[in-house]
């Protein structure tokens, strides 16, 4: 959910605000829509460039209005799935999703029920035959919530043209990444009357919540679920101008911290300077966790295990030049970067290890001021992080460590407690040279031109590392905003971007079938015990091509967020080390 899970966390009434970019630079008003409602989002790119025929070219041309309008329907459906008010709002978005892709041509196209109010939309097309692939299209109809509201400049549940860009909750993540393959299959299906590789959609409801119910949907659909390769609508591109692959997001989880010293509230007069004052307490707590001078995490054992950067990893940092530091800092209206000394701000987010609080709330915090010590701290929301391997197997060595640190601090005239939120999720790798990833190269070099950036993303979609860890599918992120205030007030998109993936979401698709799978991009790792032993199509059984899997293991996050394993040397491609070096 791209970096912006939440969980619970008590403290001061101080909050860090973490997600929410600044609009100060952006002054300009959106243009409005025309009379009928639906933003004219129709831009030329020379498909032919690409090698797409004319029934394609033609099609995309013709079909323009259409794609506007369904931007604008499913952006109108209000499907946050974090509020319960809304859960209505996602078994439409649902429907007018399972909807849509029958239009477009794909078969069985059905909702199944997940064991909360978030169902999965599912649909498929099997007619290509047994020896072309099986790709499994993934993305998400949910969104965040809008709040504060007040900050956008237009109606979030409205696509607006806003000069170059289209703004509303979901355009970008995901709604109008999740249209994009849906247009490209209807395409080709029109232009050929059938596709050139076996497809499955599987989009779910739950993602901007940390997909709780997720796996256990896949155990119980593996078989339905079965696939050669995933390719996730969730994503983004480095800049509009350049394409890239990502090969790793950070994973996540959560704890909160209670702080109680008394049964009542006091008057901060009367009995201030003789009795404890949870907020005290608990900003002692917090600011112990990193090291004002380094900026190192101060828990015993928390670097335990995480991986050193490799001369790869440095030469993808090098490379990712569309990055400019000057223009994030005025973009976000910061005074300067801070984290663990001896890292840059790409290194520190790509493979570093985070342990971020991301809100606090302790005593009256209204208008005015109230004389009181309070008695405990009340909850907001929080968050702490990572994105790079570690050998720590499961989350009770990471929340042990920070339990223990906690508890070592805390006075004996305070209750301090430590609470595990759940939720959480693994961190996610991918294969450099897998084929998808290699397929997906050729595209994007055609697409924009230029050879793609390698890079990893500080960010989390629970349902990847779930894809390699309960069906042991690999996936390639293939989406085509540019996470442009996603989480945030006026989230927004190019147009051009939209347009860009759908021309390469076929270009994707229509390369795919050639592509080889080679024993060198393979791991030889066992799958799981519980992963399904089904071979992923009729032309690849198991004793042929082994999965590589991660293995299960919760990421820490007071929020931790972790690397992805294996995104330093990417050893599966060639399979140097032994299998448990790959635990994460």
């Not at 015993?300 to 490379?319: I, W």
């Not at 990572?386 to 005239?413: D, E, F, K, M, Y």
Request: net charge negative; with cysteine.
């Amino acid at each position: 959910m791209k970096g912006s899970t939440l969980a619970y966390l008590l403290g001061t009434i101080a909050v860090l605000h973490l997600s929410q970019l600044s609009a100060a630079s952006d002054q300009h008003r959106p243009s409005s829509c025309p009379a009928s409602g639906v933003p004219d989002l129709h831009v030329e790119l020379d498909h032919r460039a690409a090698g797409l025929s004319e029934a394609l070219v033609g099609h995309f041309s013709k079909h323009a209005a259409r794609y506007a309008r369904d931007l604008a329907e499913l952006v109108a459906i209000p499907s946050v799935s974090a509020l319960p008010e809304h859960f209505a709002d996602i078994l439409k978005a649902a429907e007018w999703v399972s909807r849509r892709l029958h239009e477009a041509g794909l078969r069985n196209a059905s909702i199944l029920p997940t064991e909360g109010p978030h169902p999965v939309v599912y649909a498929e097309w099997l007619e290509a035959g047994p020896d072309v692939p099986t790709v499994l299209i993934y993305g998400h109809y949910d969104v965040q919530p809008v709040d504060p509201l007040q900050e956008w400049r237009t109606p979030p549940f409205q696509a607006v043209v806003d000069g170059d860009f289209v703004s509303g909750r979901g355009v970008d993540d995901d709604k109008g990444g999740l249209l994009q393959p849906i247009h490209a299959v209807e395409a080709l299906l029109a232009a050929a009357g059938k596709l050139p590789l076996n497809v499955k959609f599987m989009l779910e409801g739950q993602e901007e919540i940390m997909s709780p119910h997720l796996r256990n949907f896949l155990l119980s659909h593996a078989q339905l679920l079965s696939a050669d390769v995933v390719l996730s609508a969730d994503g983004s591109q480095p800049a509009s101008t350049q394409g890239g692959l990502s090969l790793g997001m950070r994973g996540v989880a959560s704890l909160q911290v209670d702080v109680s010293t008394a049964s009542s509230d006091m008057h901060s007069g009367a009995k201030g300077g003789s009795v404890p004052n949870p907020n005290h307490v608990l900003a002692q707590i917090l600011a112990s966790l990193h090291d004002p001078n380094t900026g190192e995490i101060t828990v015993p054992g928390f670097y335990e295990g995480v991986q050193v950067l490799t001369d790869a990893d440095a030469q993808d940092v090098a490379a990712f030049s569309v990055y400019d530091s000057s223009e994030e800092l005025a973009k976000l209206g910061l005074q300067g970067f801070s984290g663990e000394d001896g890292y840059g701000t790409l290194e520190r987010r790509w493979f570093r290890p985070t342990l971020e609080v991301v809100g606090m709330s302790g005593g009256y915090g209204g208008a005015g001021i109230k004389t009181v010590i309070p008695r405990a701290q009340r909850p907001q929301r929080s968050r702490v992080g990572s994105s790079r391997g570690s050998s720590q197997p499961t989350s009770s060595g990471r929340w042990g460590q920070v339990t223990a640190h906690i508890n070592s601090l805390a006075p004996s005239w305070a209750n301090v407690s430590v609470m595990d939120l759940g939720g959480g999720c693994a961190s996610w790798s991918s294969q450099r040279h897998s084929t998808s990833n290699r397929a997906a190269a050729a595209v994007l070099a055609d697409v924009f031109g230029v050879p793609p950036l390698y890079y990893r993303d500080g960010s989390t979609i629970p349902a990847l590392a779930l894809f390699q860890s309960v069906l042991g599918l690999e996936s390639t992120k293939f989406g085509f905003g540019l996470g442009d205030r996603i989480h945030a007030p006026n989230e927004r998109v190019l147009v051009s971007m939209l347009e860009k993936g759908r021309r390469a979401w076929a270009q994707l698709l229509l390369t795919l079938p050639s592509a080889q799978i080679t024993q060198q991009e393979t791991c030889h790792h066992p799958a799981p015990a519980h992963a399904s032993t089904r071979p992923r199509s009729r032309r690849s059984a198991p004793g042929n091509r082994q999965m590589h899997v991660t293995h299960p293991a919760a990421r820490l996050r007071l929020r931790h967020e972790r690397p992805p394993y294996g995104s330093g040397p990417l050893p599966c491609i060639e399979c140097p080390t032994p299998a448990s070096s790959h635990l994460p």
